[in-house]
């Protein structure tokens, strides 16, 4: 990959109540520039289309609750012969998900093949029906889409990946797109935006929102080592330290020290508060 990317920046019409995306009266465009990649310099070229055809089977609505698209619903092709954008939606949040499906399915050329409402069910859905691109929200129950995102790159190489959320935070950014995720998007963003980005990560463009980019950048790597994190985010929920360090299969003196560099490194007053300034900047 060149590295290259596309930034867009979330447009006048983009949804504020509630962070749910919808889409504007009439529809719109959005605006493109060129942005930073985290880590890679400038650019505003593309990188190379992604070269998949669509399955044979694709849907034009939305199931009304997780899992696959009535077949009677579903055609392969747009008016003009062109195959559809295959997409599968997750989202443990109902209302956001079936809101969305609906919306995204007045494009022509995208289809919903399926939805989920948890970490495992994406990825049940995802290997019985091969989407093109998977949007994923960052928060959900079983594992998060991070998580999932990880776990498809090597099960469905195939299949793009995108984040949707409404919780970003710099070290979220980063963990995304170390797990090869090609897209991070708020939920601000409109229903058209979210569109425009899904046929963009379609054809191998990379689009990180530029307000998420530049907290990743002004904020840094974590200084916690993958065991520090690991110990410490078992710590958050205020288990003691012989629960952590069985759960961990390490000894309560090996845990307290990983713990206690921790707290060092950020500065914090105990575990507790170690841990909370982790989550808070996406270390967790």
């Known amino acids: 990959m060149s590295g290259k990317h596309l930034l867009v920046r979330p447009g006048a019409g983009a949804a504020r109540d509630g962070g749910l995306p919808r889409a504007d009266a009439g529809g719109h465009g959005t605006g493109s520039r060129s942005g930073p990649d985290i880590g890679t310099g400038t650019g505003t070229g593309t990188e190379s289309g992604s070269g998949r055809e669509a399955?044979?089977?694709?849907?034009?609505g939305a199931a009304s609750g997780a899992g696959a698209v009535p077949a009677a619903a579903r055609t392969s092709t747009t008016g003009g012969g062109k195959p559809r954008i295959r997409v599968l939606l997750a989202d443990d949040e109902h209302l956001i998900r079936g809101?969305?499906?609906?919306?995204?399915?007045?494009?022509?050329?995208?289809?919903i093949v399926a939805e989920a409402a948890s970490g495992p069910e994406a990825l049940a859905m995802a290997r019985a029906h091969e989407p093109d691109v998977a949007v994923l929200d960052l928060q959900m129950p079983g594992a998060d889409g991070v998580k999932v995102a990880t776990e498809l790159r090597d099960a469905l190489p195939s299949c793009r990946n995108m984040i949707v959320t409404s919780h970003a935070r710099p070290g979220h950014l980063k963990r995304a797109l170390a797990a090869g995720v090609r897209g991070f998007v708020p939920k601000t963003a409109s229903a058209q935006q979210l569109a425009e980005i899904i046929r963009a990560v379609n054809e191998g463009i990379r689009?990180?929102?530029?307000?998420?980019?530049?907290?990743?950048?002004s904020a840094g790597d974590?200084?916690?080592?993958?065991?520090?994190?690991?110990?410490?985010?078992?710590?958050?929920?205020?288990?003691?330290?012989a629960e952590i360090a069985a759960q961990a299969s390490l000894t309560a003196g090996t845990v307290r020290n990983y713990l206690s560099a921790a707290t060092a490194k950020l500065g914090a007053e105990n575990r507790h508060a170690a841990a909370r300034?982790?989550?808070?900047r996406g270390w967790l």
């Not at 689009?207 to 950048?217: G, M, R, S, T």
């Not at 993958?226 to 205020?238: H, K």
């Open 277 to 280: 300034i982790a989550r808070e």
């Open 207 to 217: 689009y990180v929102d530029p307000e998420l980019a530049a907290d990743a950048i």
């Open 99 to 111: 809101a969305l499906a609906a919306l995204l399915a007045l494009e022509e050329d995208l289809t």
């Open 222 to 241: 974590s200084p916690l080592t993958a065991r520090e994190a690991e110990l410490l985010d078992l710590a958050a929920d205020g288990a003691p330290v």
């Open 55 to 60: 399955g044979s089977s694709a849907g034009t």
